[in-house]
């Protein structure tokens, strides 16, 4: 499979930024639960496998929705780089397109600024919309044949939909699909098309 550069969209946590290993982080800074490591977190819902209350899985959260770069949100490992590279080799007028289930805006942007290089910020498009159920119309508003997320239902439903999903490989989404994966932005960047 080969995949032009304006036809592939990109989810932004556990794609792009690396939000469960942050949210390990603070659970453990902030609260004092330091025993959970990646592989615990086998469930989209933290609270479906976390034993921590509920109270401060609302609170990290709200922390990591509000203040990606207070926290020290992380980029993925290749995240940045690959992401440029693509950037960088999109058509005319196209745009790298990177579509979230966050509701807020401003500080995705802020954390996308902050974290790439001056030239190829201005090619990548962020949509924040709020809902994981909503991203197949922005999908198909922006003409992309193939998607990567980290949520399984997203991607069953993207599938449904006839669009192509990659899921990124995470602990949460091991055993709940049969779909194509990828594992790491290596293996994204060699799924595109270099012209």
Same mark, same amino acid.
């Given at each position: 499979?080969?995949? $032009?550069?304006?036809?592939?969209?990109?989810?932004?946590?556990?794609?792009?930024?690396?939000? =469960?290993?942050?949210?390990?982080?603070?659970?453990?800074?902030? &609260?004092?639960?330091? #025993?959970? %490591?990646?592989?615990?977190?086998?469930?989209?819902?933290?609270?479906?496998?976390?034993?921590?209350?509920?109270?401060?899985?609302?609170?990290?959260?709200?922390?990591?929705?509000?203040?990606?770069?207070?926290?020290?949100?992380?980029?993925?490992?290749? $995240?940045?780089?690959?992401?440029? #590279?693509?950037? /960088?080799?999109? @058509?005319?007028?196209?745009?790298?397109?990177?579509? %979230?289930?966050?509701?807020?805006?401003?500080?995705? =942007?802020?954390?996308?600024?902050?974290?790439?290089? #001056?030239? $190829?910020? @201005?090619?990548?498009?962020?949509?924040?919309?709020?809902?994981?159920?909503?991203?197949?119309?922005?999908?198909?508003? &922006?003409?992309?044949?193939?998607?990567?997320?980290? /949520?399984?239902?997203?991607?069953?439903?993207?599938?449904? #939909?006839?669009?192509?999903?990659?899921?990124?490989?995470?602990?949460?989404?091991?055993?709940?699909?049969?779909?194509?994966?990828?594992?790491?932005?290596?293996?994204?960047?060699?799924?595109?098309?270099?012209?």
């Amino acid at each position: 499979m080969k995949i $032009a550069a304006d036809e592939i969209g990109f989810d932004f946590d556990g794609v792009i930024a690396d939000t =469960a290993g942050a949210f390990l982080r603070l659970a453990c800074e902030e &609260y004092e639960y330091c #025993a959970f %490591t990646l592989e615990d977190v086998t469930h989209f819902e933290v609270s479906e496998c976390l034993t921590i209350p509920d109270q401060y899985i609302s609170a990290i959260l709200k922390a990591l929705n509000e203040d990606c770069l207070g926290v020290g949100l992380e980029p993925m490992p290749g $995240a940045v780089e690959v992401l440029s #590279a693509i950037a /960088r080799q999109m @058509p005319a007028r196209s745009r790298v397109r990177v579509i %979230t289930a966050r509701r807020l805006h401003q500080p995705v =942007a802020a954390w996308l600024a902050h974290h790439f290089p #001056a030239d $190829a910020l @201005p090619m990548i498009h962020l949509t924040a919309m709020g809902e994981h159920d909503d991203k197949l119309r922005h999908i198909k508003e &922006y003409g992309l044949k193939f998607f990567v997320d980290d /949520r399984a239902e997203t991607c069953l439903g993207l599938a449904e #939909a006839g669009i192509s999903p990659l899921v990124f490989s995470q602990p949460w989404n091991r055993r709940r699909h049969e779909l194509p994966t990828v594992a790491s932005w290596r293996d994204i960047e060699r799924l595109i098309i270099h012209p």
